[in-house]
């Protein structure tokens, strides 16, 4: 078409934190931003995760930081945006992928697990964005990582299903009150291989059985899967795109009737 031009999927020469970057899919996410040629530093609570994380990072390029922090102090993650201004300086991309989960039933969960699932994975999506917004350069973007529990029911979450539902509905109002500065998007991922769950979703397990037959592409994701959808809601390829819930789950979700 005359006119029109390619705008690259990458985010080389960006600058990005990812919270929760240092296990899961958000170190998969933080790693991958790194080979694509970004500069990148991945924060959690775990002083270890961070610094083995932090040299993944340096590994494929990336300059970095190691810091610390936890999304229910406001002043840690306060302290993760200054260490980043100072290293990188500047922030163009912020993901939220912490995460806690209560397996317990609506009529059993007690209120400190209820509490402890939303302050991590609500309110602490809340704080990342308070904290991190007022820093970030112009076309920015924030990337909230949310789950099919958002919309599928799952039994025995009703914590983690009625947060992941709030983070959804918290992009699409950060994504209008924060434009056109910043871009806000969400993933929300289907069952993805992580060293976490390894173990869970093992192969010849009744569970992932159950998943492959239910799943189009008939198999569980591998977490380096997940990146190319980060990497694409965080580069100027997508800089239309901005209060949606990108799902990345091998066709699971639309497999349920």
Known sequence: MDGCTHTPVTVADKRAVVVGGTSGLGQAIAVGFAADGADVIA???????????????EDRGATTARVTCDVTDRESLERVREVAEETLGGIDIV?????????????????????????????????????????????????????LAARLSMANLPAYSA??????????????????EIRVN??????????????????????????????????????????????????????FVTGEVLTVDGGFADSAF
């Open 95 to 147: 993901v939220a992928s912490q995460g806690a989960i209560s397996r317990e039933t609506v009529l059993g969960i007690e209120d400190d697990d209820w509490e402890f699932v939303t302050s991590v994975a609500l309110d602490g999506v809340r704080r990342v964005t308070q904290a991190f917004a007022p820093a970030m350069e112009d076309d920015g973007s924030i990337i909230n990582i949310s789950s």
């Open 43 to 57: 924060t959690s609570r775990d002083e270890q995760k961070v610094e083995e994380t932090a040299d993944l990072l």
């Open 186 to 239: 969400a993933i929300a991922p289907g069952f993805f291989i992580t060293p976490q769950n390894a173990d869970t979703y093992a192969e010849g397990t009744e569970k992932r059985e159950r998943i492959d037959e239910r799943t189009p592409l008939g198999r569980v994701g591998e977490r380096e899967e997940l990146i190319g959808a980060a990497i694409y809601l965080s580069s100027d390829a997508s800089s």
């Open 163 to 180: 947060v992941k539902g709030g983070v959804e509905a918290f992009t699409r109002a950060a994504a209008k009150e924060l434009a056109p």
